[in-house]
């Protein structure tokens, strides 16, 4: 009998299960997630595309005679040329991970503060530094990282970061934490203010009380954060690209597409491998945290 | 003695007493970063290096030939008691980063400059006239002088090696509607027509990508039309030759092709004439040498590429040409060792390893010195046949003049084969379309002769 029915005793004697849920609503539900089908096609479809790929054959990816939807068997070759041919697992992955890391860190504990401040604190100014953040987030790229390069060669002449992944743990913070503060900043508006003076009433300083109370409200924020800053690092070509030229030193981004986009000729295969290798983790993170990110992407929509 | 200056700043030390936050954080902030980063890099700073030659270029469609550089580097880098580094980007990628090297006027010593890049990047690389007559003289002569080119006149880069187009052809299709192997534009229209109606259309790209702006150029060439004057500076795109040749185009697509080729990319060309879809393709050799590393094999489960031949790109009205990729290398000026740089241009240009860099490519990079071109690889394989020769028939970006930084622009913008594509489609007339191309192309001329004065 499944657990959402339950048994009464009738007054023949007999058993009889009463469901706990009317048919209606099961039929709403059925409905609503035969509706939401197409979606979950339509996002699940490129990981699909990416998965099977990477385990067909190059002769089987280059015949136009067969469906490109499924595999006729398991092919592990590229996977094996990722490992085997290119710096894929010892040194791009490693790279991205350690970058992406560094920067959530560092963005979003900037950001929490800045955003905090923002919120919270009356000075003067506040208002155009809050819109001056939303301004800087604004700004494409493709256009900070044309003066983003004289900072980077003018800190190289006395530290070489240049060719290191330290140049992009100093400068992807420079999109994140804008972006951080922005969206903190709204979240910390929906904090009742009431909450933060209780704090201060029973002998909590700004911090404590920013430690202890505010901090522990925002969590759907702070993670909402985390999870784009490490999306948005994770992804990142431009500044890799530009600031980083040496085979070891490379990121995902840039790695995969040096080492198997050989002009015309794709290694379609092992380029789908390294896609979908690289996606897992996000994947996997967003998986966990995905009531999070909702909520608090949500919070601050309505009053 | 003590100084009065050491007397000075101990007195400021001693009125204002502990330093102030500001300067102690300051002073922290940069001993700690400094100290940090040097440890964390685990790099000596730049001063206490060693010399090192860097070299930057786009990742080959041969791995070996990246290798056959890469030792080269390692070679000379030996004899001459350096370091070197060979790094490579994606040849889509690798604008970005020449571009941000000399914005920044700081990366590596040598650069891999393709077709009009010396021309935009005038200002920016060493001229190296003297080398280029020095490896030209040795060398047999240069096939083409108008590449490597600054806006000066002087030449910027050392011509590299050419990618050119040949048209790539399924013999066996063509066998199988009683056709020879087509010479002419309209050979290929009649054959392509045939084909299309057996399933097996042509496939050239009419779309934002490499081959589209190389092929398209070609078949306008063919057919008498230039885009620009002998000049460099004069749009002449607005002819009846030029309309002539979009309503040929615009044919070849109703009549032998399918409409995917408005969408592909450089790619996809191969993967048509591999799986046995396509009949012809204008192309390098890459369908070819994918064909034979992938193993791809036909209906009848025969290989592919013994089915593949190369031939001459085909000929118009006005004669056989086509477009080429060019690649060329150039010394920046802002280098570290500029010196070293043209030394190691001149040991890699020197016969032996010239050719040993040719064969790493198994044929994709056809020579521009004279004396290369008759390369025993090219008589190795009957697939390789054409390619001594295509250079006669080939041509760069911008021809009749050189390439220049404006004609650059106008083959990012894809301006060409968007053009071609109203037609194509019905959307434009051959004439509108013409005209509508002069006039974007005019714009980017005025603005490119307002740059240079």
């Keep these: 009998m499944s657990s959402d029915t339950t048994t009464l005793t009738g007054s023949t004697g007999r058993e009889v299960g009463v469901n706990k849920v009317p048919i209606w609503r099961r039929r709403k539900a059925a409905a609503n997630y035969i509706a939401l089908l197409p979606y979950v096609f339509f996002a699940l479809f490129p990981f699909y595309i990416m998965g099977i790929t990477s385990i067909k054959t190059d002769e089987e990816i280059n015949n136009l005679g067969q469906s490109p939807f499924w595999a006729t068997g398991i092919a592990t070759e590229h996977y094996v040329y990722l490992a085997n041919n290119t710096s894929f697992f010892n040194h791009w992955f490693v790279n991205t991970l350690i970058v992406t890391v560094a920067v959530t860190i560092i963005s979003v504990s900037i950001g929490t503060l800045a955003a905090y401040a923002l919120a919270r604190l009356r000075f003067r100014g506040v208002e155009v530094f809050g819109v001056a953040v939303f301004i800087t987030y604004l700004i494409p790229q493709t256009l900070l990282f044309i003066p983003l390069i004289d900072v980077i060669n003018t800190i190289d002449e006395v530290v070489p970061i240049r060719d290191t992944y330290w140049s992009l743990i100093l400068t992807y913070p420079t999109f994140l934490i804008p972006f951080v503060t922005w969206l903190l900043m709204g979240y910390f508006k929906t904090i009742p203010v009431e909450v933060e003076e209780c704090a201060y009433l029973d002998g909590c300083s700004r911090l404590g009380a920013l430690i202890r109370v505010v901090l522990p409200m925002a969590i759907p924020g702070i993670m909402c954060a985390i999870l784009f800053s490490i999306t948005l690092s994770w992804n990142e070509l431009l500044y890799s690209l530009v600031f980083i030229q040496n085979e070891t030193a490379k ?53 | 003695m003590v100084s009065k200056t050491k007397l000075t700043q101990k007195n400021e030390t001693l009125s204002t007493g502990a330093p102030s936050r500001r300067k102690f954080l300051k002073g922290t902030a940069a001993a700690s ?227 995917e080729v408005l969408a592909w990319d450089d790619r996809n060309n191969n993967v048509c004439l591999n799986s046995g879809k396509c009949s012809m393709i204008l192309n390098p050799i890459s369908a070819y040498r994918s064909a034979i590393k992938a193993g791809t094999k036909d209906k009848a489960g025969n290989l592919v590429h013994h089915s593949i031949q190369h031939v001459m790109p085909p000929t118009g009205p006005a004669g056989r040409h086509m477009a080429a990729s060019f690649n060329n290398m150039g010394v920046w000026k802002f280098a570290k060792e500029k010196e070293l740089a043209k030394e190691f241009m001149a040991f890699h240009f020197a016969k032996d390893n010239a050719e040993k860099h040719l064969t790493a490519s198994k044929g994709y990079n056809q020579p521009v010195l004279a004396g290369n071109a008759l390369h025993p690889l090219y008589a190795s394989n009957s697939k390789y046949y054409f390619a001594p020769f295509i250079g006669w028939y080939t041509h760069a970006i911008g021809w009749p003049g050189v390439p220049t930084a404006a004609v650059q622009t106008v083959v990012d913008q894809y301006l060409l084969p968007d053009a071609v594509a109203t037609v194509a489609v019905g959307k434009a007339s051959a004439e509108d379309a013409v005209k509508k191309l002069e006039s974007q192309m005019k714009r980017i001329y005025r603005r490119a002769a307002k740059r240079e004065g």
């Design chain 2, 33 to 259: 970063g400094g100290l940090a980063g040097i440890l964390a890099a685990g790099i000596a700073p730049a001063t206490a290096q060693t010399r090192e030659l860097k070299m930057l270029t786009n990742s080959h469609f041969v791995p070996a030939s990246d290798v056959e550089l890469e030792r080269q580097l390692a070679e000379f880098g030996k004899a001459a008691g350096v370091k070197t580094r060979l790094d490579r980007v994606a040849h889509l990628q690798l604008p970005a980063v020449l571009a941000g090297e000399v914005q920044g006027q700081k990366g590596h010593d040598l650069v891999s400059v393709g077709n009009s890049n010396p021309h935009l990047y005038s200002k920016h690389l060493e001229s190296v006239d003297d080398l280029y007559e020095k490896i030209g003289k040795a060398g047999g002569g240069w096939t083409d002088g108008t590449v490597g080119k600054g806006s000066d006149g002087h030449h910027k880069a050392i011509p590299w090696f050419f990618i050119s187009f040949p048209l790539a052809l399924r013999t066996d299709l063509i066998a199988s509607i009683n056709e020879d192997i087509p010479d002419t534009w309209d050979d290929v229209h009649r054959v392509g027509t045939k084909l299309k109606a057996k399933g097996h259309p042509l496939g050239i790209q009419i779309a934002h990508s490499v081959d589209s702006n190389m092929i398209l150029r070609g078949i306008m060439w063919s057919y008498g039309a230039k885009l620009v004057d002998e000049d460099s500076k004069t749009v002449a795109v607005n002819s009846k030759e030029s309309v002539e040749a979009f309503k040929f185009i615009a044919a070849l697509y109703n009549d032998a092709m399918t409409d």
């Design chain 1, 251 to 303: 990121t995902i981004s840039v790695g995969v597409i040096t080492e198997l986009i050989r002009g015309d000729i794709y290694y379609w295969g092992s380029l789908m491998a390294a896609c979908f290798i690289g996606a897992l983790p996000i994947i996997m993170i967003y998986g966990f945290f995905m009531d999070y990110f909702t909520s608090g992407l949500t919070a601050g929509a309505i009053k």
